[in-house]
T-cell receptor, first 115, second 113 residues
Framework: DGGITQSPKYLFRKEGQNVTLSCEQNLNHDAMYWYRQDPGQGLRLIYYSQIVNDFQKGDIAEGYSVSREKKESFPLTVTSAQKNPTAFYLC??????????????FGPGTRLTVL | GNSVTQMEGPVTLSEEAFLTINCTYT??????LFWYVQYPGEGLQLLLK?????DKGSNKGFEATYRKETTSFHLEKGSVQVSDSAVYFCALGGLYNFNKFYFGSGTKLNVKP
């Protein structure tokens, strides 16, 4: 089955530590996205990538970093510079960045808790 | 700018009641509109979409019509079930040079037996 996998489902981090969240897709999609979701709120875009070896900052990129070395993988690193990292993180992908009607497909999410 | 406004929740209904969740949008250009559903602890799943004015998206008994004149995309279902309890997100996408989505804040639906 094609889809998006995120791991781990739950992640605990001590303050001052960097942590990397995994996102893999086998949908052959060009575009990938990272969102942050806080309780009772909508989704905020952290980073997005339209193509391999290219990515752009979203609305709340400070304290985060990404890489896109392979089409199917878009890992997100939450650095110690992120002041309030406890949240639910969602990865998504879409066929391409320019089609006007293509939906984004979402992974199951990773819940990060800072202890 | 681009934005989506949804009615605040939670919305609590009895089983078999009629559901409406309001969604209005502001957009520069001609967006596509989407409804996503999120069950507790899970990611978002696409529920339905509409890509141009007057299109009606439908799935699993849910419907929404893209109304350009009122900039709305209200979600409706004639008879809700307990299993429909979830958070529903309206989203706007497909603008300009990359497929950035703009999400509403979500509306939580509770359906009581």
């Amino acid at each position: 089955d094609g889809g998006i996998t995120q791991s781990p489902k739950y992640l605990f981090r001590k303050e001052g530590q960097n942590v990397t969240l995994s996102c893999e897709q086998n949908l052959n999609h060009d575009a990938m996205y990272w969102y942050r979701q806080d309780p009772g709120q909508g989704l905020r875009l952290i980073y997005y990538s339209q193509i391999v070896n290219d990515f752009q900052k979203g609305d709340i990129a400070e304290g985060y970093s990404v890489s896109r070395e392979k089409k199917e993988s878009f890992p997100l690193t939450v650095t110690s510079a992120q002041k309030n990292p406890t949240a639910f993180y969602l990865c998504a992908s879409s066929i391409g960045p320019t089609d006007s009607y293509n939906e984004q497909f979402f992974g199951p999410g990773t819940r990060l808790t800072v202890l | 700018g681009n934005s989506v406004t949804q009615m605040e929740g939670p919305v609590t209904l009895s089983e078999e009641a009629f559901l409406t969740i309001n969604c209005t949008y502001t957009a520069t250009g001609y967006p596509s509109l989407f409804w996503y559903v999120q069950y507790p602890g899970e990611g978002l799943q696409l529920l339905l979409k509409a890509t141009k004015a007057d299109d009606k998206g439908s799935n699993k008994g849910f419907e929404a019509t893209y109304r350009k004149e009122t900039t709305s995309f209200h979600l409706e279902k004639g008879s809700v079930q307990v299993s429909d309890s979830a958070v529903y997100f309206c989203a706007l996408g497909g603008l300009y040079n990359f497929n950035k989505f703009y999400f509403g804040s979500g509306t939580k639906l509770n359906v009581k037996p």
